[in-house]
């Protein structure tokens, strides 16, 4: 009886598990009209704004600089960071259910933690292109040249996809028991984890050790540069100097502490909260806000966007108010 006992609590392998569940935010069925409407609204936002500054970027030669060439491929990864987790959490309202498969779950975490890595890598290369602008002005055409834009770009990118695959391919040797619900909208990697029967020491230790290189060397990169930015213009004689270099780095440095910060706020409040609700609205706000808010943070704040985005809804007859 004893051996039959541990054959039924033995876990299964990945290859038995079919689907997992994905809890949501609320199980209450009133409110699932509510956050169906809610979320397709940010989506949308969110795909039409990044959309915009895309096309507005491409149709004017005066933002084909390489900051804009950045703020291009940030909001491409921000269409893509919204899209590998809103339109499932839609579907699955639209449907009532909450089933995910096996296969469209690890899909769903290498292409988070691909766009997460990429809008990591961005931002650092946007702070690095604002301090050769400001710190080495003279030398900022010769730097930031076109090869080094694209090969930063490429890197990024490389790392990112190593990153998504590295921790997806770990996640294919664990075994799963029976409870195989995550209290997310979306498969995120720690959940996963949590999930596993087998022995997670080395996915553990995988995610922190990568997760510090990854995620800490941009953010030293990004802190770095704006000490120096910061040193530079305060040694600038005309306020009107100090007023333009600090202009220029505003929305970088607002979308910085949007990203970082909810970032932060979500580790801060799974570290000291036991609640999974509260985790997954706090997961919410990294995975979903800051992409909604870019676009409008580069328009309103930046005179050349501004100017590229009057000009677009100027001569297109579809954005003409």
Do not use: W
């Not at 602008?133 to 040249?145: E, G």
């Not at 294919?172 to 979306?186: A, M, N």
């Amino acid at each position: 009886m004893y051996h039959n006992k541990i054959q039924n609590v033995k876990p299964e392998n990945q290859s038995g598990v079919s689907e997992f569940l994905l809890l949501g935010l609320s199980e209450d069925q009133e409110l699932q009209p509510l956050l169906f409407g809610l979320f397709l609204s940010v989506y949308l936002v969110t795909v039409l704004g990044n959309l915009l500054i895309i096309v507005a970027v491409s149709s004017d030669p005066h933002l084909h600089t390489p900051m804009y060439f950045f703020l291009s491929n940030l909001s491409l990864t921000d269409i893509g960071f919204s899209t590998s987790t809103v339109p499932r959490m839609l579907r699955n309202i639209q449907r009532q259910s909450k089933i995910i498969s096996y296969a469209g779950c690890l899909t769903q975490v290498c292409f988070v933690l691909i766009f997460a890595g990429m809008e990591n890598f961005l931002l650092a290369a946007m702070a690095y292109d604002r301090y050769v602008a400001i710190c080495h002005p003279l030398r900022y055409t010769a730097i930031m040249n076109p090869r080094l834009c694209v090969l930063l770009i490429l890197l990024s990118l490389t790392i990112s996809i190593a990153d998504g695959l590295l921790h997806t391919l770990m996640l294919l040797r664990l075994s799963f028991c029976t409870d195989l619900e995550i209290p997310h909208f979306f498969c995120e990697l720690d959940q996963v984890i949590k999930l596993a029967c087998s022995d997670t020491l080395i996915n553990n230790i995988l995610v922190y050790v990568v997760t510090s290189v990854l995620g800490g060397v941009p953010l030293f990169g990004i802190i770095y540069s704006y000490i120096k930015i910061v040193s530079s213009i305060l040694r600038m004689p005309s306020s009107g100097g100090k007023h333009k270099a600090f202009s220029t780095c505003g929305s970088h440095l607002s979308v910085v502490s949007l990203f970082y910060g909810t970032a932060f706020g979500v580790y801060i409040s799974s570290a000291v909260t036991d609640s999974t609700r509260k985790t997954a609205v706090a997961s919410l706000m990294y995975t979903v806000i800051p992409q909604m808010l870019n676009p409008f943070i580069y328009s309103l704040r930046n005179r050349d966007m501004k100017g590229a985005l009057r000009k677009l809804t100027g001569t297109s007859p579809f954005l003409r108010l």
